[in-house]
């Protein structure tokens, strides 16, 4: 079957679309259907139902296709053929419209859906605007308030939805797509329906009040800031209020395009597949085993086994919380409530949702009762021994082939999975705090984790809402390894002549959502104080990186939990002030340490701190711990709030140019003679042949 085809049933003709896996619009499939559309012209047909194959209506353009060169005809030729076609055109969506799927749809002069399909344009999530008539029909159809609220946040709706605002003018009942689909239309040639163009319809400009999209423009430049799509998005939606059609149409393009070439819209696109590609695991086959996770224990209950807790509760799995004593227990099981009512507060959650959550998680203080459980998974303090004798326990106990995973940040896992008879079963599952809402899950296999085990991980992590990367082991694994060179460059631009304010400044206009400064307060400095104490000082490195952490632990300034950290927080609002106790106690640092303070440029800063994440990267891909760049990027957007619409640390780097990576690393290794800053040889060899990390990730895939 070619990926449109054409059959005739009674007087409807069907264009059948078949492209899996997601029926995107290729540009062959853009051609099958504007054929088949043209062909059917001349036919006895009464009416055409559009209507795809396999799992879902078409979900988009082809992204993959982007960087490529435009073909004719173009989406908008395509779709001026479907909606000038003389007779009436229905589309019969399942699954998702999405994007050009659903540009698609409303070229239609009908739309039927199933209950269970969605519909929706995410174009804005790519950093791109719907280009292909979207945000010239959808505000004709659902006014321009409404449309503003759907293109810009790019969430789908479901049918019902899509039903009320007129999106669509069917829901057929049942599942019988291609019956529900045909009976429809035949009513439409029965009762002679009209040909229902929405390009036809007008949008009164005066109903709009003066000011308006400058408003809208404004509001947008705060809540999606630095972000170019959500502007250009509410650009066209003025010209589809203000412009006849074909101008609207001729608008989107010009700012589609701008979008298009921009580098946010590439950073946006490279995420969308890293993200994708993240699920693969390079030599285990795509049918390997898994093994059944039907129940699940948490080892420890404090916040954060609590929240991993959630996870499973939430989609029906029971959950059996372990803690040490009652008194503990209780403790984990008024966090855990706390939270789902938090939930139902802000009206995210019902009571009866909460309750039957609640009802699958039950506390326990024996290990015996962990013994039918096919997961385990430990999130007790983050100290080897204490591990290793959780692991040595859960050996005694846990029946044959159950899972026995690890929450820690940054212990050797092998030497955890040592404690056991059975370290083909022990894994990593790096959860990210807080863990029933923070999306990533570092994955972490050690040396003799079995196959199935890791399937059975990166599966279960897509089924519980986690975006999952696989690492391997070594200390802080991909994120926190590369976080703690971020961190301790931080505190060193912080003693050479910055303030906690520049730096958290700085790094958000960058477009983090905290800056690193900031992070340390609301973690707890003490964290990497307790660190630190059983480390030498070789191992604990140049004391300017330290010394101010240091002295703020022990003037007892933990951070935001004890009102004041690097900054002061107001106990009510928890808004914070900047210090000048703080910025005393810098520059007394500095002179201890010979530090003459110096300005720092904003764009200086940026490079101090984003370089060390992209040359602790490439050192983390050197060694095989991480798959490929892209994972390294789904780590930091997911887990450590790096800006979306920049990739990503490593896609930032191949934006910079390694050649410029490799020479600002090298000038910083020779003016400081600092070890951090020998460039990573992967950077070196990839710069001296004009590489990017992109190109690389390729030839090794
Ligand atoms: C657009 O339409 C612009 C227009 O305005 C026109 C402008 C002129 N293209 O996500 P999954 C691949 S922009 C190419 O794992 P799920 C995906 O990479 C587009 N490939 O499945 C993966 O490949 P692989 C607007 C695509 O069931 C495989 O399909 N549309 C596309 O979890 C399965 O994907 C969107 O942004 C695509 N459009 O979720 C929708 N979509 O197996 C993007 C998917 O090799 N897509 N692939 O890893 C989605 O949101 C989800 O894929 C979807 C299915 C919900 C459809």
């Known amino acids: 079957m070619s990926v449109v085809d054409y059959q005739v049933h009674e007087q409807i003709g069907i264009i059948w679309i078949n492209n899996p896996p997601v029926n995107a619009l290729s540009s062959e499939l853009r051609n099958g259907i504007h054929q088949a559309v043209l062909n059917a012209q001349s036919d006895a047909t009464k009416a055409l139902l ?108 479901p049918a019902a939805a899509a039903l009320s605002a007129k999106l669509i003018d069917h829901v057929i009942d049942g ?96 995420m969308f597949f890293a993200q994708r590609e993240a699920n ?37 799995i029971p959950v059996t919380l372990l803690e040490i004593n009652p008194e503990a227990l209780q403790r984990g099981l008024g966090i855990v409530e706390k939270n789902y009512s938090n939930s139902v507060k802000k009206g995210k959650l019902s009571d009866a949702k909460k309750q039957a959550c609640m009802d699958l998680i039950s506390g326990t203080t024996d290990y015996q009762d962990l013994a039918h459980v096919d997961l385990v998974i430990e999130a007790v303090f983050e100290n080897l021994a204490i591990k290793q004798q959780v692991f040595s326990q859960l050996d005694k106990v846990c029946k044959p082939g159950a899972i026995l995973a690890t929450n820690t940040s940054y212990q050797n896992i092998d030497q955890i999975a040592a404690a056991t008879q059975r370290p083909q079963d022990v894994i990593g599952l790096h959860f990210f705090s807080p863990a029933n809402i923070m999306k990533l899950l570092e994955i972490v296999r050690a040396d003799k984790t079995a196959d199935d085990v890791i399937a059975t991980a990166m599966q279960l992590a897509k089924t519980i809402g986690k975006v999952p990367v696989l690492a391997r082991v070594c200390d802080g694994f991909i994120g926190n390894r590369m976080f703690s060179e971020y961190s301790r460059e931080a505190q060193l631009c912080l003693i050479e002549g910055s303030t906690p304010e520049q730096i958290d400044t700085v790094m958000q206009d960058f477009g983090m959502a905290m800056g690193p400064i900031a992070v340390g307060d609301l973690a707890g400095i003490d964290i990497g104080y307790k660190v630190r104490e059983v480390l030498s000082d070789e191992q604990k490195g140049n004391p300017a990186s330290y010394c101010i952490a240091d002295a703020l632990v022990e003037m007892g300034r933990l951070g935001q939990k004890t009102g004041a950290g690097y900054y002061k927080y107001d106990a009510q609002t928890r808004a914070r002030t900047n210090d000048p106790e703080v910025m005393a106690l810098v520059e007394s640092m500095a002179v201890a340490h010979n530090i003459t303070r110096r300005e720092f440029s904003d764009a200086e800063l940026v490079l101090r701190l984003i370089l060390p994440l992209i040359n602790e990267g490439a050192k983390i891909l050197e060694e095989g711990i991480a798959q490929r760049p892209g994972d390294i990027d789904v ?67």
């Open 635 to 701: 780590v930091y957007v997911f887990g450590y709030g790096f800006p979306v619409y920049r990739g990503g640390p490593m896609q930032y780097a191949d934006e910079l140019g390694l050649a410029s990576v490799y020479e600002q690393l090298t000038r910083l290794h020779q003016e400081t003679g600092e070890a951090s800053w020998q460039p990573a040889t992967l950077i070196k060899t990839l710069a001296e042949t004009g590489s990017s990390f992109a190109q690389w990730a390729n030839e090794q895939a």
């Open 175 to 270: 599942d019988d797509l291609l019956q529900g689909a045909l009976a429809y239309t035949e009513q439409l040639i029965a009762d002679n329906a009209p040909l229902k163009r929405v390009r036809d319809i007008t949008i009164d400009p005066s109903s709009i009040p003066a000011g308006t999209f400058d408003t809208i423009r404004a509001q947008f430049a705060v809540q999606a800031r630095g972000l170019i799509a959500p502007q250009q998005i509410i650009n066209c939606i003025e010209a589809a209020a203000t412009l006849p059609f074909d101008e609207g149409l001729a608008a989107e393009q010009r700012f589609f395009h701008e979008c298009m070439v921009s580098s946010q819209s590439a950073a946006m696109r490279h």
């Open 280 to 316: 693969k695991i390079k030599g285990l086959p795509k049918d390997t085993p898994q093994r059944p996770i039907k129940s699940v224990a948490i080892i420890g209950g404090g916040t954060m086994g609590g929240g991993i807790a959630m996870n499973f509760a939430s989609i029906g």
């Open 50 to 157: 559009l209507i795809c194959k396999g799992r879902t209506f078409i979900a988009g353009a082809d992204i993959s296709e982007f960087d490529k060169p435009a073909t004719k005809p173009s989406f908008n030729d395509i779709l001026g053929t479907i909606e000038s076609s003389s007779k009436p055109v229905i589309a019969a969506i399942h699954g998702t419209a999405l994007g050009g799927g659903l540009e698609t749809a409303l070229a239609c002069h009908y739309r039927c859906a199933v209950g269970s399909a969605m519909v929706g344009l995410p174009e804005v999530k790519l950093g791109l605007l719907p280009g292909a008539g979207g945000t010239q029909r959808v505000p004709r159809l659902i006014g321009i308030e409404a449309a503003i609220k759907m293109i810009t946040g790019g969430n789908p709706i």
